[in-house]
């Protein structure tokens, strides 16, 4: 059975036909047409699948669709401004935190919302934000030192300002 489901995506209101059991990545990849999110294990251990449901990272695998009706969604699309990177998205690229990048939607909004709310996360609680994304190809030393340097970057211009 088709439902409506109304959310609003990246800023942008959306109405998609989905069916009851079709789940929320499924929904932003194929009915709003957001690649950015990946399909990885679809059991929620992965987090390729990582987006923000109402400021909150979720794993869009492990939730049905019509779930999210009404909620605001943010992939990683979002997470620019046009051509201008996130310092997120800036720091990963200078520390070279990625190499196939299929991890790299989950790790990127992870570290966003780690700043936005931990700004002064200590080592414990950076490994502990990451632990629910898995990388198959860096070994995680250049994720962790990325994501540490977003933490040291936004402590510093905190005080700065």
């Known amino acids: 059975m088709s439902c409506p489901l109304r959310l609003t995506v990246n800023g942008v209101?959306?109405?998609?036909?989905?069916?009851t059991?079709?789940?929320l990545v499924h929904a932003i990849r194929e009915q709003v047409g957001l690649t950015g999110t990946h399909v990885g294990c679809l059991t929620g251990?992965?987090?390729?699948?990582?987006?923000?449901?109402?400021?909150?990272?979720?794993?869009?695998?492990?939730?049905?669709?019509?779930?999210?009706e009404g909620t605001e969604v943010e992939t990683?699309?979002?997470?620019?401004?046009?051509?201008e990177l996130h310092p997120v998205q800036e720091v990963f690229w200078d520390e070279f935190a990625f190499?196939?990048?299929f991890c790299l939607p989950g790790m990127l909004l992870t570290a966003k919302e780690?700043?936005?709310?931990?700004?002064?996360?200590?080592e414990g609680e950076i490994l502990r934000a990451i632990n629910g994304n898995l990388?198959?190809?860096t070994g995680y030393n250049t994720i962790v030192a990325a994501v540490r340097r977003v933490v040291r970057e936004a402590r510093a211009e905190r005080g700065a300002g």
């Open 99 to 101: 190499q196939c990048g």
């Open 135 to 137: 990388c198959r190809c």
């Open 45 to 68: 251990d992965c987090g390729a699948c990582t987006v923000m449901v109402d400021g909150e990272t979720t794993k869009s695998c492990s939730v049905l669709a019509l779930s999210a």
């Open 21 to 23: 059991q079709t789940l």
């Open 114 to 122: 780690l700043v936005e709310q931990q700004p002064d996360a200590d």
């Open 13 to 19: 209101p959306r109405c998609v036909e989905v069916e």
């Open 76 to 83: 990683v699309e979002s997470i620019a401004d046009g051509d």
